[in-house]
């Protein structure tokens, strides 16, 4: 595979094409007060690492902030909007459509795939919705190209095989989450799942600070009984747990990094009460805080 550094160098752009195929790219950014209107020449993949961009598809208005991304089809009219007095950084992933179809074959397709209809889409279409990058396919590969960009240069093969995958992954989960809402119509399905999302990506950007069911449902507009309901229907678990599950995520993070105190650990991670924190910890991770960082080091 060719790598190409100089495919776009303009202000406030780095884009990289890898091979010869032009669809597939990778595009850093760093821009303030920026509009752009233009057909999405692959599938793309909008992540935003700090502030927010806005985004304007079909005639909806996507607001992506940082640790969310956008996924958008193949020669989607899309105008992006940056409207900030600081710098906004992002970095968007642009996929060969026929690549992420032949990812899709390779996978094959469950029931849920074939009820929704999904299975007989040529080619293979993404939902055009924001997510958080926490614990979706593509996370592991965004990370890496935001840390280590040199990880462009050293998979440059498989990176675009990799996305292909990770892309057909995240709609296999979104379409089992959103099968598993008993509602009658396919779109009440998928608007009750977009909501569900705005929850999940309000707590994740909460976790250190108190937060009740009743406010995180506020947030997707719905009533926090319907919200509680909907909720572990679709993802497995309630809130609590969800809320619970991820601050014990956190605090295993933060645990690692000796500076850090455990009454410190259990504060960013919203726990006011030390001994609380300590039996949630053992409850979910199976040993106290302090053993579990007695083994990291």
């Known amino acids: 595979m060719k790598l190409d550094p100089q495919f776009v160098r303009a202000a406030g752009f780095r884009a990289f094409k890898i091979g010869y195929n032009p ?3 990778v595009v850093y950014s760093d821009l303030q007060d920026w509009v752009s209107s233009r057909p999405s020449q692959g599938i793309g993949i909008k992540y935003v690492q700090e502030g927010e961009e806005q985004y304007e598809v079909d005639g909806q208005l996507y607001h992506v902030k940082a640790g969310q991304f956008l996924m958008v089809n193949h020669q989607q009219e899309v105008t992006a909007y940056v409207r900030s007095r600081k710098t906004v950084k992002g970095l968007c992933l642009y996929i060969d459509p026929e690549q992420v179809s032949n990812a899709y074959s390779l996978l094959g397709h469950s029931a849920e795939q074939l009820l929704e209809g999904q299975a007989s889409a040529k080619p293979f279409e993404v939902r055009q ?5 926490r614990h ?5 590969i965004v990370r890496s190209l935001l840390h280590n960009p040199q990880a462009l240069h050293q998979n440059s093969g498989t990176l675009f095989e ?5 892309v057909v992954q995240k709609e296999f989960q979104v379409g089992k989450e959103v099968f598993a809402i008993p509602a009658k119509r396919r779109s009440t399905r998928e608007e009750l799942h977009q909501r569900l999302t705005i929850a999940k990506a309000y707590m994740l950007d909460n ?3 108190p937060m009740l069911v009743s406010e995180v449902a506020r947030e997707a507009a719905l009533s926090e009984f319907h919200f509680i309901r909907t909720f572990r229907q679709a993802f497995g678990l309630s809130p609590n747990q969800f809320i619970q599950q991820e601050r014990i995520r956190q605090a295993k993070a933060l645990l690692r990094q000796p500076h850090l105190s455990v009454t410190d650990v259990a504060v960013q991670c919203g726990f006011s009460d030390l001994q609380y924190f300590s039996r949630t910890f053992k409850r979910l991770a199976g040993e106290s805080p302090s053993r579990f960082r007695a083994q990291c080091q």
């Open 207 to 209: 976790l250190s600070q």
């Open 129 to 133: 919705r924001t997510y958080p990058v």
């Open 136 to 140: 979706s396919p593509i996370e592991s």
């Open 162 to 166: 990799q996305l292909a995958l990770a």
């Open 23 to 25: 669809l597939n790219r």
